[in-house]
T-cell receptor
Framework: AQTVTQSQPEMSVQEAETVTLSCTYD???????LFWYKQPPSRQMILVIR??????QNATENRFSVNFQKAAKSFSLKISDSQLGDTAMYFC??????????FGAGTRLTVKP | DGGITQSPKYLFRKEGQNVTLSCEQN?????MYWYRQDPGQGLRLIYY???????QKGDIAEGYSVSREKKESFPLTVTSAQKNPTAFYLC???????????FGSGTRLTVV
């Protein structure tokens, strides 16, 4: 069974600074996707970024980028130029080709003014 | 616009009552999911359905039931057998593993 581990329950960062959230996973599969979801206080789950395991190039979406290390089974999220609106819970997720998605326990990020 | 609609947003249940949470999607997705989220916690899978008229138990199915009579709808019933139902419930659907899940806005259920 796949497992996803987020080892940082809480993190904080100053506005305009950069922060990196960690995620590791365990799987024996070769073809899968990895995701980062953001859950702000409204509790709506919002897709931040996704990465296909077969692609070596790290995904980037504006201020959000990932560092995908397939051999190490690591998938960290970097947020550049942090904004107050980035304050949220962030969930790392693994999805196999059976549409089975597994989530980490989440990291609560606070951006301080 | 396509999306997932969960209703109601807030729901109160008395002890011993069954309540049903609605989840409707117009994304033409085959797969749908129900998750439970407790305060400060991650998401735990209750039930999922990959196709109409078929569904499987997730990790915490006891005290819950579902149906999938239409592709668009996947209602969740919280039965009186669920001893601690107070939580936030999220419904999701998937159009394929390269797209991930699309989530509804959730239902907060409280036992009174």
């Amino acid at each position: 069974a796949q497992t996803v581990t987020q080892s940082q329950p809480e993190m904080s960062v100053q506005e305009a600074e950069t922060v990196t959230l960690s995620c590791t996973y365990d799987t024996s599969e070769n073809n899968y996707y990895l995701f980062w979801y953001k859950q702000p206080p409204s509790r709506q789950m919002i897709l931040v970024i996704r990465q296909e395991a077969y692609k070596q190039q790290n995904a980037t979406e504006n201020r959000f980028s990932v560092n995908f290390q397939k051999a190490a089974k690591s998938f960290s999220l970097k947020i550049s130029d942090s904004q107050l609106g980035d304050t949220a819970m962030y969930f790392c997720a693994f999805m196999n080709n059976n549409n089975d998605m597994r989530f980490g326990a989440g990291t609560r990020l606070t951006v301080k003014p | 616009d396509g999306g997932i609609t969960q209703s109601p947003k807030y729901l109160f249940r008395k002890e011993g009552q069954n309540v049903t949470l609605s989840c409707e999607q117009n994304l033409n997705h085959d797969a749908m999911y129900w998750y439970r989220q407790d305060p400060g916690q991650g998401l735990r899978l209750i039930y999922y359905s990959q196709i109409v008229n078929d569904f499987q138990k997730g990790d915490i199915a006891e005290g819950y039931s579902v149906s999938r009579e239409k592709k668009e709808s996947f209602p969740l019933t919280v039965t009186s057998a669920q001893k601690n139902p107070t939580a936030f419930y999220l419904c999701a659907s998937s159009g394929g593993f390269n797209y991930g899940y699309t989530f509804g806005s959730g239902t907060r259920l409280t036992v009174v």
